[in-house]
């Protein structure tokens, strides 16, 4: 896991850094932080390689690489991603008073605008504007293409400043035209000494930075020198390689006043690495390399490793200087041959190394195609055996089928033969068997069996003529039935006659509000029968409470059953049922449901059928009264407040109400009388206009 992470902090650097001085002084950084665990120096030195706000995610880069016990303090020192969010920040102008900021940049510097100082206690601190902030827009208008004075005339000739900022905590710095434009973080680093104590992840990525073998650890008396060669001759040195017995590089002569005296370098001085480089088994030309390849150098030097070597005859002569002063011709001369010397070993080093990666390659590839081609005509060897043995498989099936479907016929022919020969005998069998019972009846047929036969006659006679006069009783029965309706009908008639009479009484009565008329009801009818209320309490129709026997008469429920049905309402959805009857139908004052539509909410609620009386719907009657006015009883309830609607139906018979319609609407086309009664219940039939009760 460490050394992935590793890797790609590696490809992130290289992405980012394109120079390779800045990436060695940022590796040298890291493993300077590793040793002293510094965060201070660690920022100091990162933010001289993160010289420009487009650097600023190797912040989050290294971030990774620091130990958990300094992740606050490097997340207060240095600005992450949530910090650089934008923001807004709103001020307002009283007066003639300043916003006490002040603001830096434009596009004739090819940067954008930034926030250059802030007044302490001015309005622009408090509303938060920070040194540092990169202004994005003002009042609404983008501000990356505009000038310097334009920007300024902008705020100061309004009033009100709304500004979308976000913090970069670096400020553009050019002093001239001419010169060339460079960042400075606005916020000093703060830091304490800390104790060293390295971390894993952060030693494995120091160990994989110089692509070869790690830094050599540090003695007691080791030394680490920081040079910075910009503007100056040279380092002032010169070097040479070391013998087999000591390899490395050693410092051979260092030039009075230079810069390597300054820094303390003395005769045999060991360079152990150079910018993370190692130096110990290091050939010549590597070394010459090293210190050459950049302006600023960290070198580890290890004091007078060297020193006896100096004082050997036999010590080797190459060295070179590692300044730009004028030297000696015949030092230049024998320098240039060593650089051109060691350049040819390298060039040809270099070749022999192309030459045998190039030979390697080549053996490799060659080997791999030989490879894939043994595996190719393997694999089609064995697809060929495969295809090969199922072939054979599939001969040896196919012969096995048809051998067994050749075994299957043949039984199945030998059935077939069995089953007729078995159905020709049983079927002969049989016939033997009915004549021969044939034959046994007729001879057991005799005189009683003749006189038992005439007896049989006699009886169907008898029995019709037993019907017959049933169904002369019976007309008689629905003559007297006819007679008792016109009976019934007279009645009503001078029942209508009296009331007309009464109601003519009382519009003669002067002075006098005629009254509403009565409901008048016959003796005979009257007696032993109580008054259905128009309206019967909701606490009655309350599960807990109701009794059918205390709301309707026994005539009324006529022994069926009565029950309490509550179905919900729903948005733009009838009850969905056609009803029939009223107190001017055949029905006899009866409400009855005909028809219970599909996709309505009785046909949802499952509780009402054909043939089912209503007889209450939320407390109101529904018993002798007109066919429109329960229509419109329903309607009302049906719009009326509430969730809900209750009904009290009385529960068809088991005969289909549908039967009892037809019948009855063949008895008044035909004018006939049927032999059964029509229904259990009482209705009414017309014939011949007389009004009839079947009982």
């Given at each position: 896991?460490?050394?992935?992470?590793?890797?790609?902090?590696?490809?992130?650097?290289?992405?980012?850094?394109?120079?390779?001085?800045?990436?060695?002084?940022?590796?040298?950084?890291?493993?300077?932080?590793?040793?002293?665990?510094?965060?201070?120096?660690l920022i100091t030195d990162l933010r001289k390689v993160v010289n420009s706000p487009d650097r600023m995610e190797l912040f989050e880069d290294v971030r990774p690489l620091i130990p958990l016990k300094h992740q606050v303090e490097y997340?207060?020192?240095?600005?992450?991603?949530?910090?650089?969010?934008?923001?807004?920040?709103?001020?307002?102008?009283?007066?003639?008073?300043?916003?006490?900021?002040?603001?830096?940049?434009?596009v004739e510097h090819g940067v954008g605008i930034y926030v250059a100082h802030v007044v302490p206690s001015s309005p622009a601190e408090i509303s938060g504007l920070r040194v540092g902030d990169e202004v994005l827009r003002i009042n609404g208008y983008t501000v990356d293409q505009s000038t310097h004075e334009e920007i300024v005339l902008l705020t100061q000739s309004t009033s009100y400043i709304e500004m979308k900022i976000r913090h970069?905590?670096?400020?553009?710095?050019?002093?001239?035209?001419?010169?060339?434009?460079?960042?400075?973080?606005?916020?000093?680093?703060?830091?304490?000494?800390?104790?060293?104590?390295?971390?894993?992840?952060?030693?494995?990525?120091?160990?994989?930075?110089s692509n070869g073998a790690p830094s050599p650890k540090m003695g007691k008396e080791d030394r680490r020198v920081f040079v910075n060669l910009e503007g100056t001759?040279?380092?002032?040195?010169?070097?040479?390689?070391?013998?087999?017995?000591?390899?490395?590089?050693?410092?051979?002569?260092?030039?009075?006043?230079?810069?390597?005296?300054?820094?303390?370098?003395?005769?045999?001085?060991?360079?152990?690495?150079?910018?993370?480089?190692n130096l110990i088994h290091a050939d010549y030309g590597e070394a010459i390399t090293a210190l050459k390849g950049s302006k600023q150098l960290t070198i580890t030097v290890r004091p007078q490793e060297g020193e006896e070597l100096f004082k050997d005859v036999t010590m080797p002569k190459k060295s070179i200087h590692l300044d730009n002063e004028p030297q000696d011709p015949e030092e230049r001369r024998a320098e240039r041959e060593e650089l051109e010397r060691l350049r040819q070993i390298a060039i040809d080093r270099e070749k022999k190394r192309q030459k045998k990666e190039t030979e390697e390659r080549e053996a490799e590839e060659k080997k791999k195609q030989e490879e894939e081609q043994q595996s190719k005509l393997q694999k089609r060897k064995s697809e060929e055996d495969d295809e090969e043995i199922s072939r054979q498989l599939e001969q040896e099936l196919l012969n096995l089928s048809l051998t067994q479907q050749k075994i299957d016929d043949e039984k199945k022919q030998e059935e077939t033969r069995k089953r007729k020969e078995s159905r020709t005998q049983a079927q002969r069998r049989e016939s033997e068997r009915m004549e021969k019972q044939t034959q046994q009846e007729l001879d057991r047929l005799s005189e009683h069996d003749k006189k038992r036969r005439k007896e049989l006659e006699l009886q169907q006679k008898l029995e019709e003529q037993k019907r017959a006069q049933q169904e002369k009783e019976e007309r008689m029965r629905i003559h007297r039935l006819q007679q008792e309706a016109k009976e019934s009908e007279r009645e009503i008639q001078r029942e209508q006659q009296w009331l007309s009479q009464e109601a003519e009484k009382d519009l003669?009565?002067?002075?006098?509000?005629?009254?509403?008329?009565?409901?008048?009801?016959?003796?005979?009818?009257?007696?032993g029968v109580r008054r259905t209320p128009s309206r019967i309490g909701q606490d009655k129709l309350s599960p807990e409470k109701f009794d059918p026997a205390s709301?309707?008469?026994?005539?009324?429920?006529?022994?069926?059953?009565?029950?309490?049905?509550?179905?919900?309402?729903?948005?733009?959805?009838?009850?969905?049922?056609?009803?029939?009857?009223?107190?001017?139908?055949?029905?006899?004052?009866?409400?009855?449901?005909?028809?219970v539509w599909e996709g309505g909410l009785a046909h949802k609620h499952g509780g009402l059928y054909k043939g089912d009386q209503i007889m209450n719907c939320n407390g109101r009657t529904m018993l002798d009264i007109?066919?429109?006015?329960?229509?419109?009883?329903?309607?009302?309830?049906?719009?009326?407040?509430?969730?809900?609607?209750?009904?009290?139906?009385?529960?068809?018979?088991?005969?289909?109400?549908?039967?009892?319609?037809?019948?009855?609407?063949?008895?008044?086309?035909?004018?006939?009388?049927?032999?059964?009664?029509?229904?259990?219940?009482?209705?009414?039939?017309?014939?011949?206009?007389?009004?009839?009760?079947?009982?």
């Amino acid at each position: 896991m460490e050394k992935q992470i590793a890797r790609q902090f590696r490809q992130k650097v290289q992405a980012q850094l394109e120079d390779e001085s800045e990436r060695d002084t940022l590796y040298t950084s890291l493993r300077q932080y590793h040793e002293s665990m510094s965060l201070p120096e660690l920022i100091t030195d990162l933010r001289k390689v993160v010289n420009s706000p487009d650097r600023m995610e190797l912040f989050e880069d290294v971030r990774p690489l620091i130990p958990l016990k300094h992740q606050v303090e490097y997340d207060k020192i240095v600005p992450n991603r949530l910090a650089r969010k934008a923001r807004i920040v709103k001020l307002v102008k009283n007066g003639p008073d300043s916003l006490g900021f002040s603001l830096r940049g434009g596009v004739e510097h090819g940067v954008g605008i930034y926030v250059a100082h802030v007044v302490p206690s001015s309005p622009a601190e408090i509303s938060g504007l920070r040194v540092g902030d990169e202004v994005l827009r003002i009042n609404g208008y983008t501000v990356d293409q505009s000038t310097h004075e334009e920007i300024v005339l902008l705020t100061q000739s309004t009033s009100y400043i709304e500004m979308k900022i976000r913090h970069i905590g670096m400020l553009p710095i050019k002093r001239t035209r001419t010169d060339q434009l460079r960042w400075e973080y606005v916020d000093p680093v703060p830091g304490s000494p800390e104790s060293p104590n390295g971390t894993a992840l952060l030693g494995e990525v120091i160990n994989n930075m110089s692509n070869g073998a790690p830094s050599p650890k540090m003695g007691k008396e080791d030394r680490r020198v920081f040079v910075n060669l910009e503007g100056t001759p040279g380092l002032g040195c010169s070097i040479c390689g070391g013998p087999a017995y000591k390899p490395g590089v050693f410092v051979k002569n260092i030039k009075p006043g230079s810069i390597a005296e300054e820094i303390g370098l003395k005769l045999g001085d060991q360079f152990l690495d150079v910018n993370g480089i190692n130096l110990i088994h290091a050939d010549y030309g590597e070394a010459i390399t090293a210190l050459k390849g950049s302006k600023q150098l960290t070198i580890t030097v290890r004091p007078q490793e060297g020193e006896e070597l100096f004082k050997d005859v036999t010590m080797p002569k190459k060295s070179i200087h590692l300044d730009n002063e004028p030297q000696d011709p015949e030092e230049r001369r024998a320098e240039r041959e060593e650089l051109e010397r060691l350049r040819q070993i390298a060039i040809d080093r270099e070749k022999k190394r192309q030459k045998k990666e190039t030979e390697e390659r080549e053996a490799e590839e060659k080997k791999k195609q030989e490879e894939e081609q043994q595996s190719k005509l393997q694999k089609r060897k064995s697809e060929e055996d495969d295809e090969e043995i199922s072939r054979q498989l599939e001969q040896e099936l196919l012969n096995l089928s048809l051998t067994q479907q050749k075994i299957d016929d043949e039984k199945k022919q030998e059935e077939t033969r069995k089953r007729k020969e078995s159905r020709t005998q049983a079927q002969r069998r049989e016939s033997e068997r009915m004549e021969k019972q044939t034959q046994q009846e007729l001879d057991r047929l005799s005189e009683h069996d003749k006189k038992r036969r005439k007896e049989l006659e006699l009886q169907q006679k008898l029995e019709e003529q037993k019907r017959a006069q049933q169904e002369k009783e019976e007309r008689m029965r629905i003559h007297r039935l006819q007679q008792e309706a016109k009976e019934s009908e007279r009645e009503i008639q001078r029942e209508q006659q009296w009331l007309s009479q009464e109601a003519e009484k009382d519009l003669r009565k002067p002075n006098l509000i005629p009254s509403p008329p009565k409901t008048y009801m016959s003796p005979s009818a009257a007696q032993g029968v109580r008054r259905t209320p128009s309206r019967i309490g909701q606490d009655k129709l309350s599960p807990e409470k109701f009794d059918p026997a205390s709301l309707f008469t026994k005539p009324q429920i006529a022994g069926r059953e009565i029950r309490m049905i509550k179905i919900k309402k729903e948005k733009d959805t009838d009850l969905g049922v056609t009803v029939e009857g009223g107190i001017d139908s055949v029905l006899g004052g009866k409400v009855i449901i005909t028809e219970v539509w599909e996709g309505g909410l009785a046909h949802k609620h499952g509780g009402l059928y054909k043939g089912d009386q209503i007889m209450n719907c939320n407390g109101r009657t529904m018993l002798d009264i007109k066919l429109a006015r329960a229509q419109e009883i329903l309607r009302e309830e049906m719009k009326a407040t509430g969730d809900s609607v209750t009904l009290v139906i009385a529960v068809a018979p088991p005969k289909a109400y549908e039967d009892e319609v037809k019948k009855l609407t063949h008895t008044l086309a035909t004018g006939d009388i049927q032999e059964e009664p029509i229904s259990e219940h009482p209705t009414w039939i017309l014939k011949d206009d007389i009004q009839v009760t079947i009982i």
